[in-house]
């Protein structure tokens, strides 16, 4: 079975909620034919607005974070089961941004992951090297020991659940994107790392993410190991997130 391209949005700290509704208004008829996943992530603030606005369309919406834990005393924090009571049916884990500046670890990681998929929301898990580890020839060990330690609670028959995005640090929200041999390199260490754990990988979706644009995406997807994209600055013009939709 061919993997269905998996092109998602990446909001980030972007969008009131009138900004969400106009860009869903204006997306919508621009992907209507489209037979790819679509996942927007807005921030929480937006979720409800996206969800609603999406009934009825391919578009599927996908939180940017949660906590591990149903409830409990976790000022600041929200649950699987809060966004699966809003029909939210995805959730980025792990994302760089996270690591980087909010301290998320990949023992957190490895309680978010089983806990996304017991809730039944699809976990979008983030994996990537800084230009220091690829300068001194470190992006797979750095890849394996995210991919291992986040993956570590998943049953093998799981993981395939798992959509795995491939965002170099450096790449994102550089302007500086990966050129294809790497973007390929990467994605099929990741596919390779995952069948030696005993993963169906040939099902598991791997995205690309960083510096993603209408004008380099085609090259990017038309990759074998590159099932899709995570796309952050050019996912923020709905003009430009079909145009990368159209490109796969
Ligand atoms: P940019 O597309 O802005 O580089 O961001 C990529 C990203 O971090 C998506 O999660």
């Known amino acids: 079975m061919p993997r269905t391209p998996y092109i998602a949005a990446n909001w980030k700290m972007n969008k009131t909620v009138a900004e969400a509704a106009e860009f869903i208004d204006a997306l919508l008829p621009r992907i209507a034919a489209?037979?790819?996943?679509?996942?927007?992530?807005?921030?929480?603030?937006?979720?409800?607005?996206?969800?609603?606005?999406r009934r009825g369309t391919a578009v599927r919406v996908a939180a940017q974070n949660?906590?591990?834990?149903?409830?409990?005393?976790?000022?600041?924090?929200?649950?699987?089961?809060?966004?699966?009571?809003?029909?939210?049916?995805?959730?980025?884990?792990g994302h760089s941004e996270r690591r980087q500046?909010?301290?998320?670890?990949?023992e957190a990681l490895a309680k978010k992951v089983p806990a996304a998929l017991a809730a039944d929301l699809e976990p979008i898990?983030?994996?990537?090297?800084?230009?220091?580890?690829?300068?001194?020839?470190?992006?797979?060990?750095?890849?394996?020991?995210?991919?291992r330690a986040d993956l570590a609670e998943v049953a093998d028959e799981d993981v395939?659940?798992?959509?795995?995005?491939?965002?170099?640090?450096?790449?994102?929200?550089?302007?500086k994107v990966a050129t294809p041999e790497q973007a390929q390199e990467a994605c099929a260490f990741i596919r390779d790392v995952l069948r030696a754990r005993g993963a169906a990988a040939d099902d598991v979706r791997i995205l690309y993410g960083g510096s993603v644009k209408p004008g380099n995406a085609a090259e990017l997807l038309a990759l074998p190991d590159v099932d899709g994209a995570l796309v952050g600055g050019a996912a923020l013009v709905a003009e430009d997130f079909a145009a990368i939709v159209e490109a796969a």
């Open 101 to 106: 500046f909010f301290g998320e670890t990949d």
């Open 125 to 147: 898990l983030c994996v990537g090297e800084s230009e220091a580890a690829r300068d001194a020839g470190q992006t797979d060990e750095v890849l394996e020991r995210q991919l």
């Open 34 to 53: 489209t037979q790819h996943d679509v996942v927007v992530c807005p921030p929480f603030t937006a979720l409800h607005e996206v969800v609603e606005r």
């Open 160 to 175: 395939a659940k798992v959509v795995v995005a491939y965002e170099p640090i450096w790449a994102i929200g550089t302007g």
């Open 66 to 93: 949660m906590h591990f834990e149903e409830s409990g005393a976790f000022t600041g924090e929200v649950s699987a089961p809060m966004l699966v009571e809003l029909d939210v049916e995805a959730v980025v884990l």
